[in-house]
């Protein structure tokens, strides 16, 4: 029998590029998702099993149902300026919904989990690059939920030998290369689809730029892009990781590069004619200046080395939006409420 994962969250935009990735590796993704955000037509690589991490029964079932031997947590509220707004969603979403995932995981006898954190439970850097001792100071709600959820799980590990892994994301993006699967929110809060939905759509004007005025270079947010085709390999690499060591480990995930707003706009603009035109608004609340990571540790501890740059992120991510999928991913958003 082939291995089963849970992946929860697996209809959405990384957890979809994960499940394809256990897929090739011969591992049977079980897709756990509410399709509140996420697309029921990602699900393209194992079943699929509507529920919510909010009632603990529907996890119960899932776990019945599937021989399941470790979980990849994705599932989570993830935007920053909605978090300052209805922060109890994102506490009840992201730390409770953990906390029943953790229960449910002890019920059924599963040990090892990757979760996926976030750059945002460090807030405004002390320094850069950021490492893993950088002190936890989030600044929004978001940040705050997932350092929340890290610690329950840290305590799950030290109290009844769970094993985890929680990798610490920069700034996720890209598409795809077969362009079977993409970035295809809804509403679109990332910058480089909407720089390229704005490029290839004039009808929906110029694109938003949050904020000229930090102490960076050129007065716009810096942060370090990483594909998200290398987030799923992390992911492969800390699954082997926790056969070998037992309790509670972070690695950040990033290309240790960082670029501004305004050096992703201009690439982009590069590849698509000049297109398109961009027009500054006021700063978004909790965002920081500067998100750069030190991801030497997940390289020495994983042998997990990013591949891809951020001309490969742009032109995958291009390649996504003027095929077929991004339009069918937009359509479904819709559908799938």
């Excluded at 979403?93 to 002890?106: E, I, K, Q, S, Y």
């Excluded at 990483?226 to 992911?235: F, T, Y």
């Excluded at 991510?317 to 559908?335: C, D, K, N, P, V």
Aim: aromatic share 8%; net charge negative.
């Amino acid at each position: 029998m082939k291995p089963h994962v849970l992946v929860c969250g697996g209809a959405g935009y990384i957890g979809a590029h994960m499940c394809k990735r256990l897929a090739r590796a011969g591992v049977v993704p079980v897709t756990f998702d509410s399709l509140v955000t996420g697309h029921r037509n990602a699900v393209q690589w194992g079943p699929l099993e509507i529920g919510d991490l909010l009632h603990p029964g529907d996890l119960s079932a899932v776990f019945a149902r599937y021989p399941i031997q470790s979980v990849l947590h994705f599932a989570a509220r993830s935007l920053v300026g909605e978090s300052v707004r209805e922060p109890a969603l994102y506490l009840r979403n992201n730390v409770t919904g953990t906390l029943n995932l953790l229960d449910a995981m002890r019920s059924a006898g599963v040990g090892k989990l990757v979760f996926s954190s976030t750059a945002a439970v460090y807030g405004n850097p002390l320094y850069t690059p950021i490492d893993e001792a950088h002190p936890a100071q989030p600044i929004n709600p978001y940040g705050l939920s997932k350092w929340l959820a890290e610690q329950q799980i840290r305590a799950y590990c030290e109290a009844y030998g769970l094993r985890a892994v929680c990798l610490r994301y920069f700034n996720a993006a890209g598409a795809d290369a077969d362009g079977e699967t993409g970035e295809a929110h809804e509403p679109e809060t990332h910058l480089i689809p909407n720089i390229i939905r704005a490029a290839l759509t004039p009808s929906l004007g110029p694109v938003k730029l949050f904020g000229n005025d930090y102490p960076t270079p050129d007065g716009t947010c810096v942060r370090d892009y990483i594909h998200v085709e290398d987030l799923a390999e992390a992911h492969l690499l800390a699954l082997d990781y926790m056969a070998g060591q037992p309790g509670f480990h972070v690695f950040n995930l990033g290309t240790g590069q960082g670029n501004s707003v305004a050096e992703v706009l201009a690439q982009c603009q590069a590849l698509c004619a000049g297109a398109p035109a961009s027009e500054v608004q006021p700063r978004r609340p909790g965002d920081p200046a500067t998100l750069v990571a030190s991801a030497a540790l997940a390289q020495a501890a994983l042998g997990w080395t990013p591949r891809h740059g951020l001309d490969g992120i742009l032109r995958s991510a291009l390649r996504w939006h003027q095929g077929s999928g991004a339009t069918a991913a937009t359509a479904r958003s819709t559908a799938d409420r």
